[in-house]
């Protein structure tokens, strides 16, 4: 009978063992996909200030061209 429950214990020792293997390498899968994410988030981060920077300078130019539109209304207003 004692043999009988040796085998029991070893086979749910087994189990537990395959079962942590099993969650280590989920582990370590779940590790790589984070550090993708986060090299992801990184890149989007960088996009987002490059447009943000380029947004800004669109509309300073915008406001040039504007200040610049409204001084030749202006001469040609004076002109008439």
């Avoid at 020792?13 to 969650?23: G, N, R």
């Avoid at 779940?30 to 800004?56: C, I, M």
Wanted: aromatic share 4%; glycine share 2%; charged share 30%.
């Amino acid at each position: 009978m004692s043999f009988e429950v040796f085998e029991k214990l070893e086979a749910k020792v087994q189990q537990a063992i395959d079962t942590i293997t099993l969650l280590q390498m989920e582990i370590e899968e779940l590790k790589e996909q984070n550090t993708q994410l986060n090299q992801e988030v990184q890149q989007a981060a960088g996009s987002r200030e490059s447009l943000v920077r380029e947004n800004e300078q669109l509309k300073e130019e915008q406001t040039a061209w504007q200040e610049r539109l409204r001084s030749l209304l202006g001469r040609m207003d004076e002109v008439n």
